[in-house]
C-alpha cells in the first residue's frame, strides 16, 4: 500500500520580531493583557516592501526541497495554503512555481485560513495515494501584518497575529511504518461571520443579518470596495473571541480523537501533537482534555504568534529541528478557524 510521507520540512520567519510593548505605540494594551489572554509574548512581522505571502514560503520552500534530496525542478504539483495571498488573484501557488523555476506544473491555491494546511497535506496525500504525482510541494504562508488594524479599535485581533512560512514536500513510500495514516475534514458555515474578512468581496451584505459593508446605489460597481467601506474601516478581520473559543474547545479535541480512533490509537498513543497556534489557551484546554503531558504538545505561539496555514507547518519544523519529533513516532496535526472548519491528519514520521 503506497502512504504519502513527508521527505523535507522548511519553514522560514521574518527576521523583524515585535513583542507586545512594540504594540504600545499603536494601541492601548500591555503585555500582561495579552500574554493572559493568548499566550504570545512576540511575533515576526515581514518587511513591507521586500517580502510577500509567496517569497517566505519560497525561502521555506527551498529548505524543505534541499532536505528530501530533490531540486524544485523535480515538483510534480504544489499546494499553496494561505488566506492572505499576494493578489486577491492569481494565487500565490503559480507566483512559487515562477519564482522558483519550475517546470509547468500544477498550482492549486487552498482558502481554509487556520486549517488550510491541514486541508492542503489531505488533498496532497490524495493525488500521492492515486498515483497521480511523486514530489508534491505542499506549503502554508502568511502575511497578517499588511492587514490589520492597528488602533485600539482593533487590538483583540491585531495582537493575535504574525507572519511566517512552512513548507514539506510529501513523496510515495511503500514503508508501511512510515506516513500519512489518515486525514480528517469538516466544516460548519452555520457561524461563518463570526471569524471573517468581509471585504472586499462581493457579498452585498447578502448574509448578514447586519451590513457589512457600506455602498451607494449605483447601478454598478463601487460595491467590492468603496471609500466608504475604507472610512468605516470595514476592510479589517473581524472576530469574536469568545464564541470562537467556545467552538474550539469542542471540536479541536473531537477531530483528534477521530483520527486516533480511525487509526486504533488512544491519546496515550500519541508522541506529539502539534496544534494550530490561535491560542495557547486553547492548546492548554485540549491538551487538558486528552490527558496529554507537557512533552507530547509542542506550542510556539507565545514567539510568533497565530500564523494561521502556516502555523502547523512552523511548529512541525521547529520541534523536528529540535528533536523532539524522531523517526516512527506517532504525530497528530489538527487545526480550527474561520468557516468555521477543522480537520487533523495522524501520521507515522
Not at 141 to 160: A, P
Not at 246 to 253: L, Q, T, Y
Request: glycine share 8%; proline share 4%; with cysteine.
Amino acid at each position: 500500500m503506497i502512504r504519502s510521507a513527508i521527505a523535507g520540512i522548511g519553514m522560514y520567519a521574518p527576521e523583524q520580531v515585535i513583542t507586545n510593548n512594540d504594540l504600545l505605540q499603536y494601541m492601548d494594551t500591555s503585555d500582561a493583557w495579552i500574554q493572559e489572554r493568548t499566550g504570545i509574548k512576540e511575533r515576526r512581522y515581514a518587511h513591507r516592501t521586500n517580502e510577500t505571502t509567496t517569497t517566505m514560503g519560497v525561502e521555506a520552500a527551498k529548505i524543505a526541497i534541499e532536505r528530501a534530496g530533490i531540486t524544485p525542478q523535480d515538483i510534480d504539483f504544489i499546494v499553496f495554503a494561505t488566506l492572505s495571498p499576494d493578489y486577491y488573484f492569481p494565487g500565490c501557488g503559480v507566483l512559487l512555481q515562477r519564482a522558483l523555476k519550475m517546470k509547468e506544473v500544477g498550482a492549486l491555491d487552498v482558502r481554509n485560513q487556520c486549517s488550510g494546511f491541514v486541508y492542503a497535506l489531505s488533498v496532497a496525500d490524495q493525488f500521492i495515494k492515486t498515483g497521480m504525482y511523486k514530489n508534491i510541494l505542499v506549503v502554508g504562508s502568511e502575511k497578517h501584518s499588511f492587514g490589520l488594524d492597528f488602533s485600539t479599535r482593533g487590538r483583540n485581533v491585531s495582537v493575535i497575529f504574525g507572519d511566517g512560512a512552512g513548507a514539506v514536500v510529501l513523496q510515495p513510500s511503500e514503508d508501511t511504518n512510515r506516513g500519512i495514516l489518515s486525514t480528517h475534514l469538516h466544516s460548519d458555515g452555520e457561524s461563518a461571520e463570526i471569524l471573517a474578512m468581509y471585504n472586499p468581496g462581493t457579498h452585498a451584505n447578502h448574509w448578514g443579518t447586519k451590513n457589512y459593508a457600506t455602498f451607494n446605489d449605483a447601478p454598478i460597481a463601487d460595491m467590492f470596495m468603496s471609500h466608504a467601506m475604507i472610512d468605516n474601516a470595514e476592510n479589517f478581520p473581524f472576530m469574536d473571541g469568545p464564541a470562537v473559543f467556545k467552538k474550539a474547545v469542542v471540536k479541536f479535541p473531537e477531530v483528534i480523537k477521530e483520527a486516533l480512533q480511525a487509526n486504533d490509537y488512544q491519546p496515550a498513543d500519541l508522541d506529539m501533537l502539534i496544534p494550530h497556534q490561535a491560542n495557547l489557551r486553547i492548546a492548554q484546554f485540549v491538551q487538558q482534555q486528552l490527558g496529554l503531558p507537557d512533552e507530547k504538545v509542542y506550542n510556539n505561539i507565545q514567539h510568533y504568534g497565530n500564523t494561521t496555514a502556516a502555523s502547523i507547518p512552523i511548529a512541525l519544523c521547529e520541534a523536528w529541528e529540535q528533536g523532539k519529533i524522531k523517526t516512527g513516532n506517532l504525530v497528530c496535526l489538527a487545526a480550527f478557524g474561520s468557516g468555521f472548519t477543522w480537520a487533523s491528519a495522524l501520521l507515522k514520521w
